[in-house]
């Protein structure tokens, strides 16, 4: 059996130019979830990463990418596409992170600090953020933004 499960979520900046990030399964991650029916992308982005990180006040921004993956769920092969928006937030607001969801963390990050975090997440994860930011980390050297 295949299932094809439709997702959506940001990566968040503040206003001092933080990015929020989310530890999950042990690995550093952005927020994401899957698109309830009848719901558009956009709002699923927004819906999940407040239920995910707590945080309420939240400005949708362009579309990043989109990205897919699969993963075995049992006996059943997942496919999942999830589409990613740049999200911003007024101030820094206290991230609270959703336990029920394997989220053990969610913790604002200087651009650098997110790109090190990011450097050991999923491929897929490290491409979106180098694509919508331009920071790109290699051999403990970081290029493209400050």
Not at 45 to 66: M, T
Not at 82 to 88: K, V
Not at 117 to 131: A, C, E, N, T, V
Request: glycine share 8%; with cysteine; charged share 25%.
């Amino acid at each position: 059996m295949v299932k094809f499960i439709n997702a959506a979520g940001g990566l968040v900046q503040n206003e001092f130019g933080e990015y929020l990030l989310i530890l999950r399964n042990g690995k550093w991650d952005l927020p994401k979830g899957k698109q309830d029916d009848g719901e558009e992308l956009s709002f699923t982005a927004l819906r999940e990463v407040g239920e995910e990180c707590g945080i309420k006040e939240l400005v949708l921004s362009k579309p990043i990418a989109s990205t897919q993956h699969s993963y075995w769920l049992d006996d059943l092969l997942v496919f999942k596409k999830t589409q990613w928006y740049h999200i911003y937030t007024p101030g820094r607001p206290k991230p609270c992170p959703q336990t029920q969801e394997g989220i053990e963390q969610c913790c604002w990050c200087s651009p650098k600090e997110a790109a090190q975090l990011l450097s050991q997440s999923y491929p897929s994860i490290r491409w979106l953020f180098q694509r919508a930011t331009g920071i790109v980390r290699k051999k403990g050297v970081f290029l493209g933004q400050n």
